[in-house]
């Protein structure tokens, strides 16, 4: 019943003229960026945090969402018709999507890609509803040293999770810790890594190091590449599948939503591993393997759907516990700090609005996509033409004009051309910059709690080992931290990224 209770007053607030309007923007911009190769929704969320300050906090991180699980769907578009993966979430869905396109048979994979997103979209929703309040009553048992065990182990399992090394992604949680060391101390008042330049007395400011990193890095990256866009010439076709492609999808559907979801809330790449899992599952389960990459129906429906849950049940350790678990969720627990709201147990008892509202908008979300998504299709395969040399000089000017509105310092401007740079560099040297940013700003809370929890132990690090719940999470994040450098899962961890 409380549930109920909850999810009308979710909705009354998702459905005030203001929010619904957010929301819809939200949802448009993130199909925009989603179907245009080359500007991430980590990106785009980065340029146009600035935006939202003047607007109140439930409106802009409604907005926010939009555009994350919108770009999810938009992706979706680029991968059939393109073959290009709009998102990294998309990219199983070129191998059939797209040859399903060639075929004439476009419509039916849009269809069936938008039809899977939505019903995931909506059992997410009523997953993170039903699990966020018990996840809420567990997080007010934990105290500052569970606190910091949690996310030592919400760290340790983005390590894990990342793409590539383990020792790189290791290397890029450290430096995000240590670049949230910059700036004075505010228990000591010492300054910390400023070297005498008065600018990072306060600090590096999140909008500056995330623009830099991921907008402006992203452009750079996107530059070096040849613009070559194959788009379907075929027709595309009825949009709803027939009843016999209907049947042959909802199995898939339900695996896929189940797989995503699970491995949505999981930290690091947990996302984005849902789709990959869902297909190999597809392909293992079907009687003709041989018919994947040939335009299997299946092989568009399980792996869109895993990928939508996945964005949404990402949400949770957000909501709940105040973790992120991926780049994106870091830059929302940006936002909310921004807003001046403290993320975790405490939003759902202080800030009910904010919490049920949000997730009342994902599922008003998720219904504006499908509109967005299947009517529009012309004029999406209209905007996949727009040329990059277009795109790219826009986007930089509204980067620099946005990161100069937060403060007015033209110094803001110049950190985000050099850590744009310097995002470049690691992209170029095989570092993913993502686990930085968690580490940037989980690195705050990370020492807040630390100190919390010794000026609470008179000094003594035992705290953490004492405490039944914070050991057990140190526990596991050391087994999990074994357990990937074992030789033998570090090669099949390996193998699964290569696939």
């Not at 040859?99 to 995931?120: C, D, H, P």
């Not at 898939?252 to 949505?264: K, S």
């Not at 597809?282 to 869109?304: T, Y």
């Not at 299709?377 to 986007?395: E, N, S």
Request: net charge neutral.
């Amino acid at each position: 019943m409380d549930m109920i209770a909850n999810l009308t007053l979710g909705f009354g607030v998702a459905l005030s003229l203001q929010n619904l309007a957010l929301c819809f923007a939200g949802c448009f911009i993130g199909t925009l960026i989603g179907v245009l190769p080359g500007v991430g929704p980590i990106a785009t969320i980065a340029i146009l945090l600035p935006i939202t300050f003047g607007v109140d906090p439930v409106g802009a991180l409604i907005m926010l969402a939009g555009i994350y699980y919108g770009a999810q769907y938009g992706g979706s578009t680029t991968a059939i018709l393109v073959n290009i993966p709009g998102e990294a979430t998309s990219v199983v869905t070129t191998l059939d999507g797209h040859q399903m396109a060639k075929q004439g048979r476009a419509g039916v994979a849009l269809g069936v890609a938008a039809l899977g997103s939505f019903f995931a979209g909506c059992v997410a929703t009523l997953f993170i509803a039903a699990l966020g309040a018990p996840l809420t009553k567990l997080a007010l048992l934990f105290g500052p040293a569970e606190y910091f065990s949690l996310m030592v182990m919400g760290l340790c399992f983005a390590v894990v999770l990342a793409r590539g090394s383990i020792l790189k992604a290791f290397c890029m949680i450290m430096l995000g810790l240590l670049l949230s060391t910059v700036g004075t101390d505010l228990e000591t008042g010492q300054e910390r890594l400023t070297f005498g330049f008065p600018p990072l007395s306060d600090g590096i400011d999140f909008a500056v190091l995330a623009m830099g990193v991921f907008g402006f890095a992203e452009v750079l990256r996107n530059l070096e590449n040849p613009e070559a866009r194959d788009v379907v010439k075929a027709k595309i076709g009825r949009l709803l599948p027939d009843w016999s492609e209907i049947k042959q999808s909802i199995k898939p559907v339900l695996r896929g939503t189940f797989i995503g979801g699970i491995l949505g809330i999981l930290p690091g790449n947990g996302a984005v591993l849902g789709p990959f899992a869902s297909y190999t599952l597809e392909k293992k389960l079907a009687k003709d393997p041989s018919r994947f990459g040939r335009g299997a129906i299946e092989g568009v429906a399980g792996p869109e759907s895993a990928n939508n849950a996945g964005a949404q049940t990402a949400f949770i350790p957000l909501l709940t516990l105040g973790i992120p678990p991926n780049a994106v969720m870091a830059l929302m627990v940006g936002a909310m700090t921004i807003h001046g709201i403290i993320p975790g147990p405490q939003v759902m008892t202080k800030n009910p609005e904010l919490f049920w509202g949000m997730i009342a908008s994902m599922w008003i979300g998720n219904l504006m996509l499908v509109i967005i998504n299947l009517p529009l299709v012309g004029v999406w395969v209209k905007l996949l033409q727009v040329p990059y040399r277009l795109m790219f000089p826009a986007i930089l000017i509204f980067c620099c004009i946005g990161i100069y509105s937060v403060n007015n310092q033209p110094v803001d401007v110049a950190f985000t051309a050099m850590f744009g740079l310097f995002g470049y560099l690691l992209i170029k040297l095989g570092f993913e910059p993502a686990p930085m940013l968690l580490g940037f700003v989980l690195g705050k809370l990370l020492e807040e709690k630390m100190r919390q929890a010794l000026i609470i132990s008179r000094g003594s690090f035992m705290t953490f080992i004492e405490r039944p719940i914070s050991a057990g999470l140190l526990i596991v994040a050391v087994v999990v931290l074994a357990i990937a450098l074992l030789p033998s899962i570090s090669k099949k961890r390996d193998e699964v990224f290569t696939e």
